[in-house]
């Protein structure tokens, strides 16, 4: 009870929806307080468990009544914090992890309807059973959420051909704040009926409503793949492959993923099994995928071809194409796993930038400069899809066997965040380019959105949440 002998907020939530709806388990709440990269620790009144799109309705509209504060959750595989609620132990975390049905699929309409909660990995495999694809792909596809992926509009390793999160999205289904469900849950490709909604709620973080079903674009399946694996003697020339390769091949072009030798030998340092496919080393790899939905469309010859005059034309050192399924998927483990090879060397600091393509060697030389002159504390990173302009700058604790590496380089972190995202600005790029805001970065907003993108987006949340109650403080500062 509340002092005066009301009933405290959790009391009227656990009287309202009952015990099977609003867990308090301490263990499981400390589970969902904190964010993948454990950034942010905060402590949740409770987890919610909806089962449907009604329950997250009563929930919602509870929740706005009382002003209590809601953080959606889907895979908790993101990157800036956007997940946890905060320390006032007054913030609801709603899990779409029971809201996991994969509702219809039309192969004729290449379209499928799936529930937020389905897995990533299980959307792509009803698609693939039925005979279609669905090209959104990423390290995380075993944990995160397709109501996570939008929400975040993701990226990952398909974007070249097959665009954002945003671009496979035919309608959404939306509680919003108050309660009230809106659905453009349909299946069409064309409908210019006045404001294009749906693509408010992708990318908002889960700031503007919650996301409970999505429309999704499927593709023909993918029948013959080539895969090439190349070593390339700097950025400038990847940058050219890419360019080069787009004119031997052009659409086929699915992924184009760059990766130095720091992360080829910090996966293999700390991953046993994963094989360097390239013999001689290099400083620098091109991991690209050249795909077409034809069946026994000579891809392997196609990309041999485009390839050896890439050679000779001095954009590469060397190459291989992978022989079988087997060896594509080493050649993929290796990419994939940089992410969690870096985790387990130690404390590092992501820097998720895109610039314009041809200007991405240029920023590589200039933040390694300042970062070799005035870091000593870490090692660089660097790899990402270039395809798309999108740079994973990251740092990781150098091993220079100084104990107090990790909390020098923690304490820098502002300093050199504010260092290479200014160069990022000066260079017409972005600060984030597939990681979104969350929480970590919403001092970067304010600092780099021009002021009038950030007065309409704080319109926007009025607009639609009135009450502040949606994810507090991602995104936009709470008001
Ligand atoms: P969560 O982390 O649970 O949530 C993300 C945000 O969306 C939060 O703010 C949350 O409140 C909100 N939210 C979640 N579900 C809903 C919903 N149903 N309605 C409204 N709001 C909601 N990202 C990329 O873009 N490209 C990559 O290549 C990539 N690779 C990764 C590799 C690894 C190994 C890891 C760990 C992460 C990677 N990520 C990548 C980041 C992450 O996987 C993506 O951001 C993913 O889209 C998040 O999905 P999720 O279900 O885990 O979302
Ligand atoms: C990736 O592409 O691997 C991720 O988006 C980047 C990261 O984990 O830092
Ligand atoms: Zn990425």
Known sequence: ???????????????????????????????????????????????????????????????????????????????????????????????LRRLNAIRDLQPLNNSMVVEAGCILADVQTAATAAGRFFPLSLGAEGSCHIGGNLSTNAGGVNVVRYGMARDLVLGLEVVLADGRVLSTLGALRKDNTGYDLRHLFIGAEGTLGVITAASLKLFPAPRSIACGFT????????????????????????????????????????????RAPLAAGSPWYVLCEITSAVAAEALDERLEEALGAALEAGLLTDAVIAQSERER??????????????????????????????????????????????????YIVCYGHVGDGNLHFNLNQSRSGATDTADRLAGREHEIRRALHDLVKDMDG???????????????????????????????????????????????RAT
């Not at 907020?9 to 904190?34: H, M």
């Not at 799109?53 to 895979?75: K, M």
């Not at 009038?452 to 949606?470: C, H, S, T, V, Y």
């Open 1 to 95: 009870m509340m002092p005066g002998g009301a009933a405290s907020p959790l009391q009227q939530l656990i009287a309202r929806f009952g015990t099977a709806l609003i867990v308090t388990d301490p263990q499981q709440l400390a589970a969902v307080s904190v964010d993948h990269r454990q950034l942010y620790r905060g402590k949740a009144l409770a987890l919610a468990l909806p089962r449907s799109t009604a329950e997250v309705s009563q929930l919602l509209a509870f929740c706005n009544a009382l002003r209590i504060g809601v953080v959606p959750q889907g895979g908790n595989t993101s990157y800036c914090g956007g997940t946890a609620p905060d320390e006032s132990g007054r913030q609801l975390v709603l899990s």
């Open 231 to 274: 070593a390339v003697p700097d950025p400038a020339a990847a940058v050219g492959l890419l360019a080069h390769l787009r004119e031997h091949c052009g659409d086929l072009v699915t992924s184009f993923e760059l990766i130095p030798a720091v992360a080829v030998e910090l996966v293999q340092r700390h991953l046993p099994g994963s």
């Open 329 to 378: 998927q080493e050649f993929w483990f290796l990419r994939e796993n940089i992410p969690e090879a870096q985790r387990r060397d130690g404390p590092s600091l992501k820097h998720d930038v895109s610039l314009p393509i041809n200007r991405l060697p240029e920023f590589i030389e200039r933040a390694s400069d300042w970062l070799a002159r005035e870091v000593a504390e870490a």
């Open 430 to 476: 972005s600060f984030s380019a597939e990681h979104g805001i969350g929480r970590h970065k919403v001092e970067e907003l304010e600092r780099y959105a021009p002021p009038l993108e950030l007065e309409l987006m704080q319109a926007i949340k009025r607009a639609f949440d009135p009450n502040g109650i949606m994810n507090p403080g991602k995104v936009l």
